[in-house]
């Protein structure tokens, strides 16, 4: 394996490609790479507000081009060095922002990451089912939550809700834990993200408390973990995660989990997780529909005492598509402009403001107009896109069309592989994924990339 100085080194290079001069000079001279160790990568820094700095702006493009240089997902860590104001010793930061702790008091002022000594569900009193409106886009999903909080652990166990960001995901888990709790105050519900799951753990494992953490959740009756795709890769968690799962299975106790893909899509999750996530029920979250749009709006509009007229009502509903947030971000920009600004709520502010919030598409893009473009683009043959040639120019322009696939249509993976010459969901998958990290850090294939979509939109 290359030394820890050479992989940094060939990270500096990727990175002094995709930011400026004057960036690379203030933010990345000054790193200095100090080991390199079970997967681990430290490197020291100088100052807190620098670590800080770095991981709002710069975190993402170091990990992925570690992952290009060493060909796997390494975990970065950052040593503060000693802070001459205030003659502060240096410490070690833990990927997700946590300092590690250098003794028990500490740790104990520090408040980040400790697990709690008494039941604290987290859960958001304001989001129940009262609220989480009913529609064909998420019928199914909701039904199935409100059937286990009758039963918990006996019918549809674990429950795994997936669908796009802006669905409704973290709102319906919230009413099944509130639900649980009306009507069973004695059972012990956690609601708990992924990433803070993963802080946690990584703080318990560099204590040598992981049992203590493992006991913890193996405690609760009812868990519900958003977001599991953050997971993904981190084995030593999801190990952790899988001995916790089996025990609350075991015991019938109640799993809820909420990803942005279905189980099978999750490439980077051991596949006997994947397995346990399938025993029990599996339901998505669709974008909703034209009615459950209007039911929400109505609703928020209650809400923040806006008196609006059914035609903008009506024409907000039919615009704003995509996203719950997308409606209710609507409506509170048209309540900061009528109280604030006092004016009028009409048809033309609403259109300004709708206007602000979404991007229209001006024409439809289709899975056949991508592959068209993307082959023309690449001067190749349309049928070479759907062949099965593995010359490197031609896995390119499949793997582009895939990518843009995915991201102008709604269509699956698996749909979208068939309409691509035949090819399974895991295909598209990786295209995608191929990709996402060539974008990254690759500025030449970025401005390719530009041109194509530029074209696309034409």
């Known amino acids: 394996m290359d030394s820890y100085k050479s992989i940094w080194n060939n990270c500096m290079k990727i990175i002094k490609d995709n930011v400026n001069d004057k960036v690379f000079q203030t933010w990345f001279d000054p790193i200095i790479p100090i080991k390199y160790q079970d997967n681990d990568f430290t490197i020291q820094v100088p100052s807190q507000f620098f670590y800080e700095y770095l991981e709002e702006h710069y975190a993402d493009l170091i990990q992925k ?48 990451n400790k697990l ?23 019928l199914l999903a909701r039904r199935v939550g409100e059937s286990i909080c009758e039963n918990p652990g006996k019918t549809f166990n674990p429950l795994f809700i997936y669908g796009c960001p802006g669905v409704g995901k973290t709102h319906l888990c919230h009413a099944i834990g509130n639900r649980m709790i009306e009507r069973f105050p004695d059972k012990k519900v956690v609601y708990i993200s992924s990433h803070l799951f993963q802080v946690q ?16 959740y193996q405690g609760v009756d009812i868990l519900i973990v958003d977001d599991i795709q953050e997971l993904v890769s981190k084995e030593k968690t999801q190990n952790a ?24 899509d999750l490439q980077g999750i051991e596949e006997r997780l994947i397995s346990r996530f399938k025993w029990g029920a599996t339901t ?63 048809i033309e502010l609403a259109k300004r403001i709708v206007n602000q919030a979404v991007k229209f598409k001006k024409k439809q893009i289709t899975v056949e107009k991508i592959q068209d473009v993307v082959s023309n683009y690449f001067n190749i043959d349309l049928k070479e896109i759907h062949s099965k ?45 191929t990709v996402q990290d060539s974008l990254d850090i690759d500025k030449s294939f970025l401005i390719a990339m530009n041109d194509i979509e530029a074209l696309l939109k034409q």
């Not at 709690?116 to 998420?138: A, D, I, M, Q, V």
């Not at 719950?324 to 309540?335: F, K, N, Q, W, Y």
Request: hydrophobic fraction near 35%; charge should be positive.
């Open 65 to 112: 081009s570690l992952l290009r240089v060493a060909g796997k997902t390494i975990d970065l860590y950052y040593h503060v060095i000693v802070d001459q104001t205030n003659k502060k010793g240096g410490s070690t930061i833990l990927p997700g922002g946590i300092p590690a702790p250098i003794d028990d008091k500490t740790k104990d002022a520090k408040g980040l």
């Open 116 to 138: 709690p000594t008494e039941w604290n569900p987290n859960l958001n009193p304001r989001l129940t089912f009262h609220n989480f409106f009913e529609g064909k886009s998420n």
């Open 201 to 216: 753990f990584t703080d318990a494992s560099r204590n040598n408390t992981s049992n203590d953490f493992i006991n913890f």
């Open 241 to 264: 995660y899988f001995h916790i799962f089996n025990h609350l299975h075991l015991l019938e106790k109640q799993i809820v989990l909420t990803s942005d893909k279905a189980p099978t």
């Open 284 to 346: 998505e979250l669709f974008k909703p529909d034209l009615e459950l749009r209007k039911k929400i709006l109505r609703n928020k509009i209650k809400q923040d005492g806006l008196k609006i007229s059914e035609d903008i009502t009506d024409y907000i509903a039919e615009n704003v598509t995509e996203h719950i947030r997308d409606l209710e971000g609507v409506i509170t920009s048209l309540v900061a402009h009528s109280l604030i600004c006092n004016w009028e709520v009409d």
């Open 389 to 433: 040639s593995r010359k490197r120019e031609i896995v390119q322009a499949r793997q582009v069309s895939m990518f843009l696939s995915k991201k102008y249509t709604d269509y699956s993976y698996a749909h979208i592989g068939n309409l691509v010459g035949k090819r399974d969901h895991a295909t598209v998958l990786h295209a995608c994924k």
